[in-house]
């Protein structure tokens, strides 16, 4: 089953196209490709049984771990110099193991306390970076291709909804490494570890770098971007809606994120300074992927070159690099089959790289400048009344309704009486597992919805709403959701 991870399969096939469309390589190109589908497919086979660290007692999970990181070093030590050494880290295998796309979100949240609950610091420590610098490099890569689909700009109100309501789960499992993260660096500057205190910082602004102003300025609304309703939130054996075990350590991995990026925006804005993109040069806010797995696939492909580099690795993507890994990375679709137009629109974006930094580095300047200033953005509140408590909802008269735009619904009768928009029922269920909503509730004829694009446009710009009529269920789960805007 095809599961977006390496298929040497499919990369053989796509080898073989290259060829029927320039010439077949001699004896040696052959069997060096096959040399690296054969490494590419034990990469693949370690992806999957890194995941199975777990699967006996937790207190071997190390002791595992350390067997796969000895295994995949046995395999760079007996491959020919002219092999590409696709990864180099074990650890880094976790995050590459769940880059791929799936309707099930719950199991990576068990992974994460997991990894929290049974390794060392050091090991959970080197698989966050790798999490949150994949996670950022997908989100970054997304907001280049809706910009070049679409023709918009960087900054355009509709990217920033889509990027902030399309996300959740990455920006759920983000701030889940920001945390340990950040009091890493936290320890590394006391410890006075430059060296360590710069990687980290770089990790750092890499996970944040897809929408540094939420992730810095704006944790009132990234909190609530960051709730998945089906996940986190439940309801007891009294029928009290509460938030579900993972919603609970998430709230509080919530509020400790707040605390430490409140504490050391001014130390990271210092930092940040070290990673500005140099023309010429390589920056890993420039590079362009999918998946973290197409990163390995880009390598395997290269391969049917001679020429091609071998001596990078996934984990040098998302570092700087001077001139020779500007060309590595500019060079993965450089194949001779490739059309040339179709070449350049991934060459690498020097100016969006530079775009990507400055957003970082504005934001984290605004953050210290306000917080100096001891000023706050001023943020939008939701009210939540009853239909039948009359007087609330009288004395609540001034105060907006919530525009019909962020209410979706598949029940005509609610659609017909200009409650909701029209919302298909397959997509509303679909973009509910995804996370796009607030709230949502079934109906007698369908389901409704309320969407977080009221998140940025109404409460991000300052306006206060109201919601009159909410099941009472469906109204508990709002407050669960978003217990700093109302």
Same mark, same amino acid.
């Given at each position: ?19 029927? %469309?320039?010439?077949? +390589? ?12 054969f ?40 491959? +020919?110099?002219?092999q =590409? ?10 995050p590459?193991? %769940?880059?791929? &796309? ?6 990576y ?8 609950? &049974? ?7 080197e ?9 950022g ?28 309501s ?16 950040l ?11 430059q ?16 929408? =540094?102003e ?6 009132d ?17 009294? /029928? ?5 075990? *993972?919603?609970?350590?998430? *709230? ?32 890993p806010?420039g ?5 973290s ?23 040098d993507v998302?570092?700087? /690099? ?45 953050? *210290? ?5 001891? &000023? ?9 009344? +009853? ?15 919530? +525009?019909? %735009? ?5 029940d ?18 679909h ?11 079934? &109906? ?6 309320v969407?977080?694009?009221?998140l940025?446009? *109404? ?8 919601i009159?009529?909410? =099941? ?15």
């Amino acid at each position: 089953m095809h599961n977006d991870l390496v298929d040497p399969g499919e990369m053989m096939k796509r080898g073989f196209h290259l060829w029927r %469309q320039t010439r077949w +390589p001699g004896r040696n190109g052959r069997v060096r490709y096959a040399h690296t589908l054969f490494n590419s497919y034990l990469i693949r086979c370690l992806e999957l049984l890194i995941m199975r660290l777990w699967d006996a007692e937790s207190g071997s999970a190390a002791n595992r771990l350390a067997q796969i990181q000895e295994m995949l070093e046995q395999l760079w030590k007996n491959s +020919p110099a002219d092999q =590409p050494v696709l990864v180099r880290d074990a650890r880094w295998l976790i995050p590459l193991a %769940q880059s791929p &796309t799936t309707d099930e979100l719950a199991p990576y949240f068990e992974v994460a306390e997991k990894i929290a609950q &049974t390794l060392a610091d050091e090991d959970r420590t080197e698989i966050h970076k790798a999490s949150v610098q994949m996670a950022g490099g997908h989100l970054r890569s997304q907001l280049r291709h809706y910009i070049l689909k679409n023709g918009v700009a960087l900054d355009e109100n509709s990217l920033v909804l889509t990027a902030r309501s399309t996300n959740a789960l990455d920006l759920a499992l983000t701030i889940q490494g920001l945390v340990p993260l950040l009091k890493a660096y936290e320890h590394a500057r006391h410890s006075g570890n430059q060296h360590h205190q710069l990687e980290l910082a770089s990790a750092i602004c890499q996970g944040i770098s897809a929408d =540094p102003e939420l992730f810095v300025n704006r944790l009132d609304l990234l909190g609530a971007y960051s709730m998945i309703e089906h996940l986190f939130i439940t309801t007891d054996h009294e /029928g009290r809606v509460v938030y579900t075990p *993972v919603g609970r350590r998430h *709230v509080q991995l919530l509020e400790e994120y707040a605390g430490l990026i409140s504490l050391l925006s001014k130390r990271l804005h210092e930092d940040c300074g070290h990673f500005r993109p140099v023309d010429g040069t390589y920056s890993p806010y420039g590079v362009i992927f999918g998946f973290s797995s197409n990163l390995t696939e880009h390598m395997t492909l290269k391969a049917l070159q001679p020429d091609a580099m071998t001596h990078f690795t996934l984990e040098d993507v998302f570092t700087d /690099g001077s001139a020779d890994k500007l060309a590595w990375v500019s060079g993965w679709r450089k194949l001779p089959h490739i059309e040339p137009g179709v070449q350049r629109l991934f060459d690498y974006p020097q100016q969006f790289a530079e775009a990507m930094f400055n957003r970082i580095e504005h934001a984290l300047r605004r953050s *210290v400048a306000e917080g100096e200033a001891n &000023t706050e953005v001023q943020t939008g509140r939701l009210f939540i009344l +009853p239909s039948d408590d009359l007087e609330a909802v009288s004395k609540a008269s001034l105060i907006a309704d919530l +525009p019909v %735009q962020y209410i979706g619904s598949s029940d005509p009768q609610i659609v017909a009486a200009h409650k909701a928009h029209s919302y298909d029922q397959d997509r509303l269920l679909h973009d509910r597992q995804e996370g796009m909503f607030l709230v949502s509730y079934q &109906t007698s004829g369908g389901w409704v919805a309320v969407t977080k694009d009221l998140l940025t446009d *109404v409460l991000g710009a300052g306006r206060a709403v109201k919601i009159v009529g909410l =099941p009472s269920a469906a109204a508990a789960v709002l407050k669960l959701m978003c217990p700093d805007l109302l």
